[in-house]
């Protein structure tokens, strides 16, 4: 067995047969599905039992419900590819997909641990769907990626297939942004990956999904990202422009600022002289507390008198 495809499958009976069988028709065949039905309450168990009765690749786990890194989890455990993709059960795949990445692997050094494809981000959503462009690059390092590709922002799994050796013995935490969380730690511990600008991931939007407008969950997007200047012990890489770090920080700045209104006054992020915006500077003045105290008296002004 080449490739393993583990789809997690959590109360999406609407969805999941667009995601199977945009998987079932890709153009490379020598895989299997992993089907882990997290405790759904849908009609999405017996759909997955009747996927499996009607082809041989497809194998189904049912397990209580423990959340989506607990369903990952569980499809690792059982895989038995060489190489593992994650497919989310309300999103779907161009048919070329799983062979581009594949014969991008293949031709490329043993290194390369993992391969990354392009994406169309909240599909179905007007206001919100844009396409994730990527140009065809091999990375030996992540800082590069991470700050100047701006990887932080796309930071998903499931647009990805993996080395299952590069994979090991590393899983899902049971975190909120949960990917983040994962890719982290595989950017430490491999050599060299890849992008390339064929194949399309279809991030579906998802109305009942998470939303990064709850503070918890940016709080926990927050701290993962905090991991990553802990480890740089809040110093810019050497390979980085003091731009493209500038510039990283602004956006953890702006994601601060909201769980510092959203979770009674929590601050994470440490002051760091970088960067020349107008909140950035206010960041060198006064500190990251005051400045979202700051932000945050502004913003409630502005709401009282639109009210």
């Known amino acids: 067995m080449k490739v393993s495809i583990i789809i997690p499958v959590y109360r999406t009976e609407h969805t999941l047969a667009r995601c199977v069988n945009s998987v079932l028709a890709q153009t490379y065949g020598n895989y299997e599905v992993i089907l882990v039905d997290d405790g759904s309450d849908d009609g999405a168990p017996a759909l997955c039992d009747a996927y499996a009765q009607q082809d041989a690749r497809i194998r189904v786990i049912h397990q209580p419900n423990a959340g989506l890194s607990a369903a990952r989890n569980a499809g690792v455990e059982n895989a038995k590819g060489e190489y593992i993709w994650f497919v989310d059960s309300d999103d779907f795949v161009a048919a070329d997909t799983l062979a581009q990445a594949l014969q991008t692997l293949e031709q490329a050094p043993h290194d390369v641990s993992f391969v990354e494809f392009p994406v169309m981000v909240a599909y179905g959503n007007a206001q919100r769907q844009h396409p994730l462009h990527l140009t065809k690059q091999r990375y030996t390092d992540p800082w590069q990626w991470w700050f100047v590709a701006e990887g932080y922002t796309h930071c998903y799994a499931w647009n990805k297939l993996f080395r299952r050796s590069a994979i090991g013995?590393?899983?899902?935490?049971?975190?909120?942004?949960?990917?983040?969380?994962?890719?982290?730690?595989?950017?430490?511990?491999?050599?060299?990956?890849?992008?390339?600008?064929?194949?399309?991931?279809?991030?579906?939007?998802?109305?009942?999904?998470?939303?990064?407008?709850?503070?918890?969950?940016?709080?926990?997007?927050?701290?993962?990202?905090?991991?990553?200047?802990?480890?740089?012990?809040?110093?810019?890489?050497q390979s980085v422009t003091q731009a493209d770090f500038a510039r990283y920080?602004?956006?953890?700045?702006?994601?601060?600022?909201?769980?510092?209104?959203r979770c009674g006054?929590?601050?994470?992020?440490?002051?760091?002289?970088?960067?020349?915006?107008?909140?950035?500077?206010?960041?060198?003045?006064?500190?990251?507390?005051?400045?979202?105290?700051?932000?945050?008296?502004?913003?409630?002004?502005?709401?009282?008198?639109?009210?």
């Open 169 to 237: 013995a590393l899983r899902f935490e049971h975190k909120v942004f949960e990917d983040v969380f994962f890719m982290l730690p595989l950017l430490n511990q491999v050599k060299a990956f890849a992008t390339m600008n064929s194949g399309l991931y279809y991030y579906c939007s998802n109305p009942n999904g998470i939303t990064a407008n709850e503070g918890t969950h940016l709080l926990d997007l927050l701290e993962a990202h905090v991991r990553v200047l802990h480890q740089l012990h809040w110093a810019r890489p």
């Open 265 to 307: 006054g929590k601050v994470l992020l440490r002051n760091l002289p970088v960067g020349h915006t107008p909140k950035l500077l206010l960041q060198r003045i006064l500190g990251v507390r005051r400045t979202c105290w700051l932000i945050n008296l502004i913003r409630n002004i502005c709401r009282h008198n639109h009210s």
């Open 249 to 261: 920080y602004a956006h953890l700045l702006n994601i601060q600022i909201d769980v510092y209104e």
